[in-house]
């Protein structure tokens, strides 16, 4: 089958299809840089087809060219295309590991460049707690509290809008998680009472909208005592 489709983009440069399945043949080979250049080809052939974009940056990433995967994800994105979580999380670790770009360079001096890509994928797709959680683990290892904060805040925002967190424990749960990681960063940086009180407030809707069918829970539970932790550090500090 290789041979066949190398036939066919020796007459025909431009047949995407036969580039793409080039790509996925090299690709099940482990013949990764023979890959790239199928899926690089099949783009310059069809540059408006985002699945071989996606595919390109997945294979570009895979072999250390980092910026390449970024453009093309952002590209894909700005187009109006989807925005590709699987490329997002491999850009994330690269820089989190501090890997090896193509050129010998260190991945970490690309956080800048994927924060701004996870910010762009959070905005294009705002409800799917996958892209904040890749968000997160990058912010909690490379960035401040602010940047993690704001990704929290964005994840539970997902949750919330995205699951049946009211009546499912599993989803409470992962809702549960994310409120209490916000409230440890509350209660370590917060410098003014409203603050806190935003944080309480939060909380409090929060064990409002579960109890109806969850108040047994333990995920209900966790945020009574989530809550009863915030009112103590509140009168304590304020």
Not at 28 to 50: G, N, Q, V, W
Not at 61 to 73: K, N, Q, T, W
Not at 170 to 184: M, T
Request: glycine share 4%.
């Amino acid at each position: 089958a290789m041979a066949d489709f190398r036939r066919v983009v020796s007459f025909d440069p431009l047949h995407y299809q036969a580039w793409s399945c080039l790509a996925s043949l090299f690709s099940r080979a482990k013949m990764k840089r023979e890959a790239l250049f199928a899926y690089r080809e099949a783009c310059r052939a069809r540059p408006d087809e985002y699945q071989l974009a996606i595919n390109a940056a997945r294979a570009a990433a895979d072999l250390g060219f980092f910026e390449e995967a970024i453009y093309r994800v952002r590209h894909v994105v700005e187009k109006g295309g989807p925005a590709d979580d699987q490329s997002a999380m491999l850009l994330a670790q690269a820089v989190v590991t501090n890997a090896k770009c193509s050129d010998g360079t260190d991945a970490k001096r690309l956080v800048p460049k994927v924060r701004g890509l996870l910010e762009l994928l959070c905005k294009a797709e705002p409800h799917d707690p996958t892209l904040w959680a890749t968000a997160i683990y990058l912010e909690r290892k490379c960035g401040s509290r602010p940047h993690l904060l704001a990704c929290l805040t964005g994840r539970l925002a997902a949750l919330r809008e995205s699951t049946r967190y009211t009546r499912d424990a599993e989803a409470l749960g992962n809702v549960s998680e994310c409120a209490a990681q916000i409230v440890e960063i509350r209660t370590e940086t917060a410098t003014v009472h409203s603050e806190m009180v935003e944080t309480a407030k939060m909380v409090d809707q929060l064990l409002y909208e579960a109890s109806e069918h969850l108040a047994s829970s333990p995920q209900c539970e966790e945020l009574r005592m989530l809550k009863a932790r915030l009112q103590r550090h509140i009168d304590d500090e304020y």
